[in-house]
T-cell receptor, first 117, second 112 residues
Framework: EPEVTQTPSHQVTQMGQEVILRCVPI?????FYWYRQILGQKVEFLVS????????KSEIFDDQFSVERPDGSNFTLKIRSTKLEDSAMYFC???????????????FGPGTRLTVT | DAKTTQPTSMDCAEGRAANLPCNHS???????VYWYRQIHSQGPQYIIH???NNETNEMASLIITEDRKSSTLILPHATLRDTAVYYC?????????????FGQGTELSVKP
């Protein structure tokens, strides 16, 4: 069964550095998402992406964050200047579009654990 | 999207049915009930969803009350691998970009 994949599984970076988290969504999916989960807390929505543009973003997703789908397969989350409070597990998710079977189920990747020191 | 209330934690004996309740008393007519779960340190996993009829798939059953103000997720024969946090999420099927708003969920412990 197709899966969402994410790399790296663990990223350690110093405060102020830029990081890029990478995701390969399921190939025929059209909607893409990033969520994060700070240790011990709930999963939080960051951003949704459709048709090569952001369709919705949360308050967390400020100017330090950006997303890109540089080619037909990858979906990336960039944090321009990391802060200690960006330390979290970041999950990518994707879903099929409308007019398909099971259009609303989101499939999540295994996550990237980001540690900012 | 409607707010949901779930118990913080529950225990279940292996092989028995796990019944996880969710209250969503402010649900609107066009809002669906979704269930996801998160096994420790993994990404959330879709389980099932419904609007007003009861639903069943290979993983679980979803029972929605007639007034739609509450629902129950049933895992018919819980195994140790079902130990996870279970999230009940209520939202309009086509809400904007389709984001999921996760609460704290119910931590289900399946014990031998």
């Amino acid at each position: 069964e197709p899966e969402v994949t994410q790399t790296p599984s663990h990223q350690v970076t110093q405060m102020g550095q830029e990081v890029i988290l990478r995701c390969v969504p399921i190939s025929n999916h059209l909607y893409f998402y990033w969520y994060r989960q700070i240790l011990g807390q709930k999963v939080e929505f960051l951003v949704s992406f459709y048709n090569n543009e952001i369709s919705e973003k949360s308050e967390i997703f400020d100017d330090q964050f950006s997303v890109e789908r540089p080619d037909g397969s990858n979906f990336t989350l960039k944090i321009r200047s990391t802060k200690l409070e960006d330390s979290a597990m970041y999950f990518c998710a994707s879903r099929r579009g409308l007019a398909t079977s099971r259009p609303y189920e989101q499939y999540f990747g295994p996550g990237t654990r980001l540690t900012v020191t | 999207d409607a707010k949901t209330t779930q118990p913080t934690s529950m225990d279940c004996a292996e092989g028995r049915a796990a019944n996880l309740p969710c209250n969503h008393s402010t649900i609107s007519g066009n809002e669906y009930v979704y269930w996801y779960r998160q096994i420790h340190s993994q990404g959330p996993q879709y389980i099932i969803h419904g609007l007003k009829n009861n639903e069943t798939n290979e993983m679980a059953s979803l029972i929605i009350t007639e007034d739609r103000k509450s629902s129950t997720l049933i895992l018919p024969h819980a195994t140790l691998r079902d130990t996870a946090v279970y999230y009940c999420i209520v939202r309009v099927a086509q809400n904007q970009g389709g984001k999921l708003i996760f609460g704290q969920g119910t931590e289900l412990s399946v014990k031998p």
